[in-house]
């Protein structure tokens, strides 16, 4: 999505490095790379500028120095206070320092009618949201990122929105290919996110959303569906 990039940031040779959740340290090579993840993370695989420990995001991070880049990807759905993240994040940056974020918007939307509101996509995406908010989440948060980050202090805060589709049904062959990779990634994100918000949310059997699950699945590999997510 950022033409083969990891972001947009003009962060050439960041020196500290704070990753939130996602990369793995290969394209910094001479940066000092530290990782924070809810569970740990194999070592032996990661290239010997990565530190790594485990954390709740949510509670106080295990880091005692500031960072110059801070990049952080595919968090929604994972924390329920946004604006204290932002805070935690700018309090760890360094004077002139960057921070990157870069998550997926809900509902899942199509331009052109095809994704039906009685799709079993768009009820899913419903009970999504409303599972989320009774665990005090908000899938729909991302669109508020950039008020959070200048709330937070953060200054030249940029926007970028794109459009990730759900399958390879773009007729633009770069789309496609992205749509082609998007495809396993929903779909397995949606089992968990199914199996970790309407279980113990909505007081359904692990059967009941794995057959509601099977319909979805379905439907995000019809390529007749032209259907999309903001990020």
Same mark, same amino acid.
């Given at each position: ?11 050439? +040779?960041?020196? #500290?490095? =704070? /990753? *939130? ?5 290969? $394209?910094? @090579?001479? +940066?000092?790379? #530290?990782? =924070? /993840? *809810? ?5 032996? $695989?990661? @290239?010997?500028?990565?530190? #790594? ?76 949201i409303?599972?989320?908010e ?48 998007a ?10 996110l199914?199996h970790d ?12 959303v ?21 990020m």
């Amino acid at each position: 999505m950022a033409d083969g990039e990891l972001g947009w940031a003009p962060v050439q +040779a960041p020196r #500290t490095v =704070l /990753d *939130l959740g996602c990369g793995t340290a290969h $394209k910094h @090579p001479n +940066a000092r790379i #530290t990782g =924070l /993840d *809810l569970e740990p993370i194999d070592s032996s $695989k990661l @290239p010997h500028n990565c530190n #790594t420990a485990i954390a709740d995001l949510e509670k106080e991070w295990p880091v005692s120095h500031e960072f110059d880049y801070i990049h952080t990807r595919w968090l929604v759905g994972c924390l329920s206070n946004w604006p204290l993240f932002f805070k935690r994040c700018y309090a760890s940056l360094e004077e002139g320092g960057w921070m990157e974020v870069l998550d997926i918007g809900f509902p899942c939307q199509s331009s052109d009618g095809s994704l039906s509101p009685n799709s079993a996509i768009t009820k899913w995406n419903d009970l999504l949201i409303k599972a989320a908010e009774i665990s005090g989440r908000e899938l729909t948060v991302a669109a508020k990122f950039g008020e959070f980050m200048r709330e937070a202090g953060f200054k030249n805060v940029t926007v970028i929105e794109k459009r990730l589709p759900q399958n390879p049904w773009p007729e633009d062959s770069k789309e496609r290919a992205l749509g082609a990779i998007a495809l396993p990634i929903h779909q397995d994100g949606h089992e968990r996110l199914g199996h970790d918000y309407l279980i113990p949310n909505l007081g359904m059997s692990f059967e009941e959303v794995d057959i509601k699950l099977g319909s979805v699945k379905k439907e995000m590999e019809n390529p007749n569906i032209h259907a999309w997510w903001p990020m």
